[in-house]
């Protein structure tokens, strides 16, 4: 597959990646090379980078906890006094091999030790290949509330392999699936067509559908790179999705929701908000709602949920002036941003959810 150029970084695929990466090392005069994984990553992927990597460094390998539960400052501060303690400097380059919260914090550690050294994103998830690893954004989660810490900052490259896929469970590829789609129902309507039926899909081919996904984040990306206006429409799911994902996340009598379990949620919900104002029709709700179902598990709310996920609204990064903001498909593969939408619509999304 073509590479293809983002905004101040190429990303490669598959066979191309490695020799790009490697071209990367040898150009470059880096004067040692930290690998950043979680303990999956560290376990079933390091295992296959390591052999093909062409460079003469010191290579050391940083290990955290995996989960989104340590996607936090604390990991940062250990994982900045590793770097401290083993001679990182201004020309060290950070590899970050794992899934959205590796890419993520990685990128956000690289991006503040010394006041920035180079970072190349690994992503091993379905979900970070097309979402997480792409467009610039690295942070991390103030407590529940996700991504509330980080900057906007660019890797060197990053490099898309598809056979670590195969390390995934359904449940971790079906999240990914979820960014897939919603850049289907964000801006190329026929690209979500593809996925009314996932029996008659060529898994063979699966490859050129997660390069579709990347060419569309790409393609939005690069028009906005700092999320003033059409990037914005990558929020579609996110305002209620992400609500959920937090509320989950604290709760101990919640089981925890992967990010696209979650998004699915918030794709249903905002589609259901988007009906209601007139911006799509009822065929098209239905479509989107009965797809996403039959994908994704029902998720039960109870009637004391509701409430303690509206209140995480408030700390949403796309607020503005107080007033809580959502980005609305107008149509399938069309949307309208900065829309305001009062609280009794989304309990009337609630409750059509539930049906």
């Known amino acids: 597959m073509q590479s293809i150029q983002?905004?101040?970084?190429?990303?490669?695929?598959?066979e191309k990646a490695y020799e790009a990466l490697n071209l990367h090392l040898k150009e470059n005069?880096?004067?040692?090379?930290?690998?950043?994984?979680?303990?999956?990553?560290?376990?079933?992927?390091?295992?296959?980078?390591?052999p093909l990597l062409e460079t003469d460094l010191n290579i050391e390998i940083i290990e955290f906890e995996a989960g989104e539960s340590n996607k936090n400052i604390?990991?940062?501060?250990?994982?900045?006094?590793?770097?401290?303690?083993l001679g990182a400097d201004r020309k060290t380059l950070i590899i970050n091999l794992g899934g959205g919260v590796v890419?993520?914090?990685?990128?956000?550690?690289?991006s503040t030790f010394k006041r920035g050294i180079d970072f190349i994103?690994?992503?091993t998830t379905l979900l970070a290949m097309v979402d997480a690893s792409v467009g610039g954004k690295n942070g991390v989660d103030l407590g529940n509330l996700k991504n509330q810490i980080g900057v906007i900052n660019v890797p060197s490259l990053v490099l898309i392999d598809t056979q670590y896929l195969e390390t995934l469970s359904q449940n971790e590829m079906r999240s990914?699936?979820?960014e897939m789609l919603?850049?289907?129902?964000?801006?190329?309507?026929?690209?979500?067509e593809q996925f009314l039926d996932l029996k008659a899909i060529d898994f063979a081919d699966f490859d050129q559908l997660i390069y579709r996904s990347v060419e569309i984040k790409n393609e939005i990306v690069t028009q906005d790179p700092t999320e003033k206006n059409i990037r914005k429409s990558l929020n579609f799911g996110h305002t209620l999705g992400h609500a959920i994902e937090s509320y989950f996340l604290e709760n101990e009598n919640k089981t925890t929701l992967l990010h696209g379990e979650a998004i699915a949620v918030g794709m249903i919900l905002e589609s259901y908000i988007a009906l209601h104002k007139n911006l799509i029709s009822k065929a098209e709700y239905h479509q989107i709602k009965a797809s996403l179902k039959s994908i994704y598990?029902?998720?039960?709310?109870?009637d004391n949920d509701i409430e303690p996920i509206l209140d995480l609204l408030i700390h949403d990064k796309k607020n503005e002036y107080g007033t809580i903001q959502f980005a609305l498909i107008e149509g399938i593969g069309k949307i309208k941003i900065n829309q305001s939408v009062e609280n009794e619509l989304i309990l009337n999304a609630f409750e059509d959810y539930k049906s």
Do not use: M, R
Request: glycine share 6%.
């Open 103 to 110: 890419t993520d914090l990685g990128g956000f550690i690289a």
């Open 176 to 178: 990914g699936l979820a």
């Open 121 to 123: 994103n690994i992503p």
């Open 182 to 192: 919603k850049h289907g129902l964000i801006y190329d309507k026929k690209y979500w």
């Open 6 to 14: 983002a905004n101040g970084y190429p990303i490669h695929f598959n």
């Open 74 to 85: 604390e990991t940062c501060v250990q994982i900045w006094n590793v770097l401290t303690e």
């Open 297 to 302: 598990e029902t998720i039960i709310f109870e």
């Open 29 to 50: 005069k880096y004067s040692n090379l930290f690998i950043l994984v979680d303990s999956n990553t560290n376990e079933s992927c390091l295992p296959n980078l390591l």
